[in-house]
């Protein structure tokens, strides 16, 4: 996949596999993207490999709220 900045992307693999964000910043020649999630209902910026993300089409995927 080719990575711009803006993108939505899931991530697929490592300790953040699972959620959802967009990209900041973009290291082409690390292979590296900085991408803005939210966990723990804050925003945070990682930095991910480009073999651990893979592009959505779309807006971010929110998740259903629990019922406790």
């Known amino acids: 996949d080719v990575f711009n ?7 697929e693999d490592g300790p953040l596999a699972g959620f959802f964000g967009t990209i900041k910043e973009i290291n082409a020649a690390a292979q590296k993207a900085m991408v803005s999630t939210t966990m723990f209902g804050r ?4 930095e991910v490999e480009f073999n651990q993300i893979k592009k959505v ?6 998740a259903a709220p629990t019922e406790e």
Do not use: K, L, W, Y
Not at 5 to 11: H, K, L, P, R, S
Not at 43 to 46: E, G, L, N, R, S
Not at 57 to 62: L, N, S
């Open 57 to 62: 089409e779309g807006e971010i995927p929110v």
């Open 5 to 11: 900045v803006g993108d939505t992307v899931a991530i």
């Open 43 to 46: 925003t945070t910026d990682v």
